[in-house]
């Protein structure tokens, strides 16, 4: 999910019409300006706006909305007047809430029987701050006592009234990011809006594990991009602690279905060279820890293993931008990558060139 995307879930909330059920009523009221006018409900996801009905009000500007709410997380909302502003909603089933709204605009309104709405309500309102350091204490303020609440989310990725987010990716502000994220995982395992948080949490770590592996290769004297990834030990290993010997880094997978297959022909090589200077860097994109140990284990792997356990997502691949597995990359003793995807009947004769 983009910050575009989940931005959509900030902006304002809503609710289905029904009769009857199990949910969320809401009664309304346009105070003024609200005679004949077409409410649009949609639900907030993750990808953005789904519509879902719509309600007009009455010539007193009141209306009745049903939530046809089952689920046992919160759901964001929203009540978009036609030609006007919306109300942003945050609630959970069975709630009975009251909306009392000025006007058409939507600007100014009064919520009530909707916890999660209420606390929508109040960072919203710290969006309208126009101090930027004061609206940003007050953001994490706000953060920091309601992190169980997906109301949280609000501060974290909507756009403030001068047009900048609050918090950006930097190593700084992730951490409200990874705050929030932990506590509403915990609390909302199955939340959609908790699940999509989780994974900009881990993007901006990938991201950010990247930097540091490019900041690392500014200094290196080899050609060679560097890695530093764990063992099946635990042990984090250096790419660049092999310097000097004839190395076959390789990238592949333990539910990769020819793995045995390439393994068992590479051990044929390794065995034969290994004294004499050959070395294989193994970089396994799985992310299930027992499966790689246990594959690892099993096909008595004697190179170097390393795993970072985020698969595709690991900033190894970014970094030697692999396009698929199995691929390998042949470097020289001076540190040159001299071959890249050496089929398997080739690697002994490529690699007795470079010995």
């Not at 560097?226 to 042990?235: E, I, N, S, T, Y």
Request: aromatic share 8%; charged share 20%; proline share 4%.
């Amino acid at each position: 999910m983009t910050r575009k995307q989940i931005l959509a879930l900030t902006v304002a909330a809503g609710l289905l019409v029904g009769c009857s059920g199990n949910g969320v009523t809401i009664r309304g009221e346009i105070a003024e300006g609200g005679k004949d006018r077409t409410i649009v409900v949609e639900r907030i996801v993750p990808a953005g706006a789904r519509f879902v009905d719509s309600v007009r009000t009455d010539r007193h500007g009141k209306f009745n909305l049903f939530l046809e709410q089952t689920s046992s997380t919160p759901e964001f909302y929203s009540l978009r007047i036609a030609g006007g502003g919306s109300i942003p909603l945050l609630t959970e089933a069975a709630e009975k809430v009251v909306l009392r709204i000025a006007d058409s605009t939507g600007a100014v309104y009064e919520v009530s029987g909707s916890e999660g709405s209420a606390l929508v309500q109040e960072a919203n309102g710290i969006l309208q701050e126009a101090d930027p350091i004061a609206r940003k204490q007050a953001a994490a303020i706000f953060i920091s006592q309601h992190t169980g609440s997906l109301a949280a989310i609000v501060p974290l990725y909507q756009i403030a009234t001068d047009g900048s987010f609050l918090f950006t990716d930097d190593a700084t502000d992730v951490v409200y990011f990874r705050m929030v994220s932990d506590s509403l995982n915990a609390r909302y395992p199955g939340s959609p809006y908790a699940q999509a948080l989780a994974a900009d949490v881990q993007s901006f770590d990938n991201v950010a594990t990247a930097g540091r592996m490019v900041e690392a290769n500014r200094d290196n004297v080899v050609s060679f991009p560097d890695l530093d990834m764990p063992d099946v030990l635990g042990k984090r290993r250096k790419l660049s602690e092999l310097t000097g010997k004839v190395i076959l880094l390789s990238f592949t997978a333990s539910n990769l279905p020819e793995l045995k297959i390439l393994n068992r022909e590479l051990a044929e090589v390794y065995e034969k060279y290994a004294a004499q200077g050959f070395e294989v860097y193994q970089v396994s994109l799985d992310a299930n820890k027992a499966q790689w140990i246990g594959s690892v284990a099993e096909q008595r792997l004697p190179w170097i293993s390393v795993c970072d356990l985020r698969g595709g997502d690991s900033p190894a691949v970014k970094l030697y931008n692999v396009q698929k597995i199995p691929a390998n990359f042949l470097i020289d003793r001076e540190g040159n990558i001299v071959r890249r995807n050496v089929a398997s009947t080739g690697i002994e004769e490529a690699v007795k060139e470079l010995l």
